[in-house]
């Protein structure tokens, strides 16, 4: 079974979300740099931003499908959506 983790605090409220599983491997920031930022003192990302955009939308989904840890999440699941 799949441990769960604790929600970012710092994440702002909207559909994505970052989880404290986070190891900051800045992949994240990478994919979606208008959406995600650092908390130095946690060593964790989190959103920052909600995308406003199709593009934002879909460097958001590109940063979900990189994630190594898997710690991105979408509370809405429409893979279609975004392509």
């Not at 909207?14 to 992949?27: K, N, P």
């Not at 003192?41 to 199709?54: F, H, I, M, N, W």
């Amino acid at each position: 079974m799949e441990k769960a983790f604790q929600i970012v605090k710092k994440n702002v409220l909207g559909r994505y979300f970052v989880d404290e599983s986070c190891i900051y491997c800045e992949l994240c920031l990478e994919a979606a740099p208008k959406n995600f930022a650092y908390d130095e003192t946690k060593g964790e990302a989190y959103v920052c931003l909600q995308p406003s955009s199709d593009t934002e939308h879909r460097q958001m989904k590109a940063a979900i499908d990189d994630c190594p840890i898997h710690c991105i999440h979408d509370s809405v699941t429409q893979p279609d959506d975004f392509p």
